[in-house]
């Protein structure tokens, strides 16, 4: 299968995020590599994937797990060559499925040799890739963001003795954007992995790249105007790629990356992830329905990247005190748990490997608006390891079969980049892609089933509108997709008792709910309000049909 050509393909994909080391080991090294994801294509396709989000495979000391990046031309060799790189590009676009990696541009690692070289002395020509200053007052009140191990955004350089400036870990310094050096050079990384035919960048710590005093030093003017050229860039050199902004920002500050459908195509909608959690802890819609109109309308050719859960921590940054309690209490209740401000945690454990819960949360990522990203290993429901350092807990071997390894590598379990997952509820034993797909109820068929009527409905949840419908219930929410005329009436108990709905459905008289996933038909809409009634952490995707089949249908 060619791969579709169409310009607004991200709007229809599904996409999946992976590292390259957990995903398939393909000569028994204990990491995986590019040869072994590019034997799991067929596994991604079956799964109804149309997108790949790689994450850093640059050559970097993996402090950071790849994003501290000390040579932006170059793989990490345990993870394969260039030529690997490039084969998994054409075998993905073989089967229609586009690949996009990350780019992270807002720091290196401090063994790149642009900061070895800014090291050598202050009037070194790369000094001035970096962010320097004689004391540590300056840009005074910027957020920590790691605030587990950081106290400041500064860190002391002895031999040159100054300070440099990073957001994230110390050894991991900030680039200087105000130099023009700088800012060509990272647009050279970009044309050098597009060209070899990259579907896009997912871009890291979008919102850091200038410094302003007297600012947060977040969302700046000039941060804008960069990724303004950049889109320009892909645009005119590499039409049909995209940018994804990995902007962790309340709503205003995120949707600003749309720009005026000249900056990213595509941000993930962090301020929608959290209120999600939230709305299940308090079995009240109203987080998700204010949530997401603030966060729309967007420009017509932009589109949310809508997320459960990801390799870091599940952020909360950017919720209220009150909210951040609340995620705490249900989801966190072990210190070892939290991480900086946040949890990690992968989604089945998160929900006590509920799976009426985790099907409703499916059923969200799925037909709320915008772009589904599955993170590697959630469809099996894996489990993670809170007692791994840092978010290491919930980056271990995606579990093949019941096999050594999980079926992920040959090597000597020792030998493993991590332990794959053992505790009882999640051993691989059991969790794990070839037993699930045995199983024909396994959490994996049902996810599979879910992509593939996604994909049927695809014009109607990948760009239609949204409305919220009024009623009495507040533990359900209830919303119209629409486009076209065509509808589809999306209802979820939020709370953990049956309960009921009367919808007042009667601009849509005459019409018939088609349960989307099994085609069950419900009785026409007439006059009076719709009755519905719901079991605990249930939902139903009903598509409004013109009422043309017999009434024992
Ligand atoms: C990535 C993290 C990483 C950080 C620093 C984040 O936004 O998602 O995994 O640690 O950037 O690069």
Redesign the pocket.
Known sequence: MPLDDSKLWYRDAIFYEVPIKSFYDSNGDGIGDFAGMTKKLDYLKDLGINGIWLLPFYKSPLK??G?DISDYYSILPEYGTIEDFKILITEAHARNIRVIADL?LN?VSDQNSWFREALKGKDNPKRDWFVWSDDDAKYSGVRVIFSDTEMSNWAWEPKTKQYYWHR?YSH?PDLNYDNPEVREEIKNVVRFWLDMGLDGFRC??VPYLFEREGTSCENLPETHEYFKELRKLVDTEFPGTILLA?ANQWPTDAKAYFGNEDEFHMAFNFPLMPRIFIALATESAAPIVNIINQTLPIPPTCDWGIFLRN??ELTLEMVTDEERDIMYNEYAKLPKMRLNLGIRRRLAPLVDNDRPTIELLYALLLSLPGTPIFYYGDELGMGDNIYLGD?NGVRTPMQWSFDRNAGFSTADTEQLYSPPITNPNYHYETVNVESELRLPTSLLNWVKKMTRVRSKFSDILGHGDVEFLQHKNRRILAYIRTIDGRNMLCIFNLSRRPTYVELDLSRFKGLRPVEAITDAKFPAIGDLPYFFTMPPRSFFWLSLTENDFKEDD
Do not use: G, T
Request: proline share 0%; charged share 45%; aromatic share 16%.
């Open positions: 950071d797990d994003y992270v720091h994230f991991q890291d710590a990995e390799h870091d978010r």
